[in-house]
């Protein structure tokens, strides 16, 4: 069964320190690697996909890196601002053709 | 919109009466997902629709629940005879069916509470 672990649970950083949020993943046969954003009472809006074959996606101040062979996945963003305040989830997708969530990283940009 | 469409936003019901939840999917969206997110327990994935037919229904708790999706578009999320432990947040996704690399999409959810 994959498990997907996301550390630390919660953090608080002030305004404009690089936010760095981990994920860990047991069964490296995966087929991509999702970051998702989630704010209070909201869906998920996805931010970045890496494909298995892939080392790291940038879209803006986002930059999510995969080492599938250690199993894990880092999300950095620049720059925090506090609209950046949310939980942000991990997902991996793997066999058949589910995604498998870590728990979330809350995240508060203190002004 | 041209994103996932679900409803109701929230629901409200007394234990051991039935609900309904509804899922609209992105247009030309072949796969659609059902996963349901507890209070403290992230998120589990429920079913799984490629058209019309769940060749991955693995993820329903109980036969309680059940899902159908019909036109290969709208889905609908059934659970009978509700239970407290039912309560949860109920999200919808769809993607590009039949190919792994999409991303998925997710809709707002529908929020159950049992009484």
């Known amino acids: 069964k994959q498990e997907v672990t996301q550390i630390p649970a919660a953090l608080s950083v002030p305004e404009g320190e690089n936010l760095v949020l981990n994920c860990s993943f047991t069964d490296s046969a995966i087929y991509n690697l999702q970051w998702f954003r989630q704010d209070p009472g909201k869906g998920l809006t996805s931010l970045l996909l890496?494909?298995?074959?892939?080392r790291e996606q940038t879209s803006g101040r986002l930059n999510a890196s995969l080492d599938k062979s250690s199993g894990r996945s880092t999300l950095y963003i620049a720059a925090s601002q506090p609209g950046d305040s949310a939980t942000y989830l991990c997902?991996?997708?793997?066999?058949?053709?589910?995604?498998?969530f870590g728990k979330g990283n809350q995240v508060v940009v203190i002004p | 919109g041209a994103g996932v469409s679900q409803s109701p936003s929230n629901k409200v019901t007394e234990k051991g009466k039935d609900v309904e939840l509804r899922c609209d999917p992105i247009?030309?969206?072949?796969?659609l997902y059902w996963y349901r997110q507890s209070l403290g327990q992230g998120l589990e994935f429920l079913i799984y629709f490629q058209g019309n037919s769940a060749p991955d229904k693995s993820g329903l708790p109980s036969d309680r629940f059940s899902a159908e999706r019909t036109g290969g578009s709208v889905s609908t999320l059934t659970i009978q005879r509700t239970q407290q432990e039912d309560s949860a947040v109920y999200l919808c996704a769809s993607s590009l069916g039949g190919v792994f690399n999409q991303p998925q999409h997710f809709g707002d959810g529908t929020r159950l509470s049992i009484l």
């Open positions: 247009s030309g969206h072949t796969a």
């Open positions: 890496i494909q298995s074959s892939q």
């Open positions: 997902a991996v997708r793997y066999g058949n053709n589910r995604l498998a």
